[in-house]
């Protein structure tokens, strides 16, 4: 098992270019997340996933989209990108919503320039 | 707000010592908590665990302790090795919710 993948894993955007970050999990997990996380802060959620088709904000979803079309993949597409949104995001999923740790994915680390 | 609080940024322990890592959290609806540990340049590595009807759990060398009444929990690390030098996040949830409330971080450097 690879477990949670995420490419790529660096970018560098320019002010207003749009992106797609791409997570992928071969662990037949239903449940799945996005966070990013900004130098000295904890990791912010941005959306989530219950199931292929479902998706819901998270705390910080502003700029962000995301689609769930498969159990395995859950891309994140940023929309004209703005330096506020440098920062390394991580892709996470989980078995279900109960007692269950999240697994997450080695990050993606973007800056806005 | 956050709800979720890891008050020390940092902490440094020797070699063979106890590391003590705190927690503290204000949502009373939380009753699954979790610790993460973080490398730089990798995501976070799950560490270990406890539901609110327990007090402790331990794993090999790390043990977490809950007090539910003072909304605190702290993670214990006996003998501290150079390997565990990390960043350890402090998490919590109410299940039924799907998502996690992540602290900030502590930063454990141990030194030989």
């Known amino acids: 098992n690879a477990g949670v993948t995420q490419t790529p894993k660096f970018r560098i955007l320019k002010i207003g270019q749009s992106m797609t970050l791409q997570c992928t999990q071969d662990m037949n997990h239903n449940y799945m997340y996005w966070y990013r996380q900004d130098p000295g802060m904890g990791l912010k959620l941005i959306y989530y996933s219950v199931g292929a088709g479902i998706t819901d904000k998270g705390e910080v979803p502003n700029g962000y989209n995301v689609s769930r079309s498969t159990t395995e993949d859950f891309p994140l597409r940023l929309e004209l990108a703005a330096p506020s949104q440098t920062s390394v995001y991580f892709c996470a999923s989980s078995f279900d919503s109960s007692y269950n740790e999240q697994f997450f994915g080695p990050g993606t680390r973007l800056t806005v320039l | 707000d956050q709800q979720v609080k890891q008050n020390s940024p940092s902490l440094s322990v020797q070699e063979g010592r106890i590391s003590i890592l705190n927690c503290d959290y204000t949502n009373s609806m939380f009753d699954y908590f979790l610790w993460y540990k973080k490398y730089p340049a990798e995501g976070p590595t799950f560490l270990i665990s406890?539901?609110?009807?327990?007090d402790k759990n331990e794993d090999g060398r790390f043990t977490v302790f809950l007090n539910k009444s003072a909304k605190h929990l702290s993670l214990h690390i006996v003998p501290s090795q150079p390997g565990d030098s990390a960043v350890y996040f402090c998490a919590a949830s109410v299940p039924s919710w799907g998502k996690l409330q992540f602290g900030a971080g502590t930063q454990v450097v141990v030194t030989p």
């Open positions: 406890i539901s609110s009807i327990k």
